[in-house]
């Protein structure tokens, strides 16, 4: 088993922190294509009001288990270069960004495969729940379309 | 014996606490376990939940041990 890799960030993920993963990858130069997958929350409306944030929890413990299992799933399938999750946690406001999978590999056919299978697993099977907060404070629980 | 149950999301706005300690009868199962808590937690009922024992989704047929980490966990929202 690898180490575990630090996944959840309190809050958004900012812009900047994107394009710095980018740039630290300009020296892996086997890579021929990067995909990536970017997470925004929604201004849903949901009768009469609209989303305003949506705040996220995990059981943490399971959910990083999960990540490192999701990870070595899809090193095993593809044949990738490298791969980063980052996930939101606690209050993403509408149009921020609240999950940031990026997938590296040679050739881009693998990139695009590797990169559904990510996002679709993370998903589905990781426990995380997002409380969506209306303008008013009031709230619902949000429920992943499989 | 003792179990320790969390409670996440959705559930433990329910249950109105994030976690708890239930005694229950040696060799209680999960089906068992499940029906004592949608007795004491009326919402909890007519929800669609998974359970997970020690970190891992769980089938109703296991028989648990105070040892376990019993996590009572809503549908996934994530991303």
């Known amino acids: ?146 | 014996m003792e179990l320790k149950i969390l409670y996440f999301g959705m559930i433990a706005e329910i249950t109105q606490k994030k976690e708890e300690i239930l005694s229950v009868q040696e060799k209680c199962s999960l089906i068992e376990l499940k029906n004592i808590l949608k007795n004491e937690y009326q919402g909890l009922g007519s929800l669609s939940f998974k359970v997970a024992i020690d970190r891992k989704i769980s089938t109703d047929s296991i028989l648990l041990d105070s040892t376990n980490e019993i996590a009572l966990l809503p549908p996934f929202s994530g991303g």
């Open chain 1, 1 to 146: 088993m690898k180490k575990s890799k630090k996944v959840f960030i309190e809050g958004p993920i900012p812009p900047s922190f994107i394009a710095n993963s980018i740039e630290k990858h300009q020296t892996k130069t086997t890579i021929g294509a990067h995909d990536i997958f970017l997470g925004q929350v929604r201004a849903d409306k949901i009768e009469d009001k609209v989303v305003q944030a949506i705040e996220y929890s995990s059981y943490i413990e399971m959910a990083q288990d999960k990540f490192d299992e999701i990870r070595e799933t899809t090193f095993d399938k593809f044949e990738i270069t490298c791969m980063h999750i980052y996930h939101s946690l606690g209050i993403v406001k509408a149009g921020e960004i609240c999950l940031f999978v990026f997938v590296s590999s040679p050739h881009r056919k693998v990139a695009f495969r590797a990169i559904e299978f990510l996002v679709e697993k993370i998903k589905s099977e990781v426990p995380v729940f997002g409380k969506e907060i209306f303008e008013d404070q009031s709230h619902i629980w949000k429920v992943n379309q499989l």
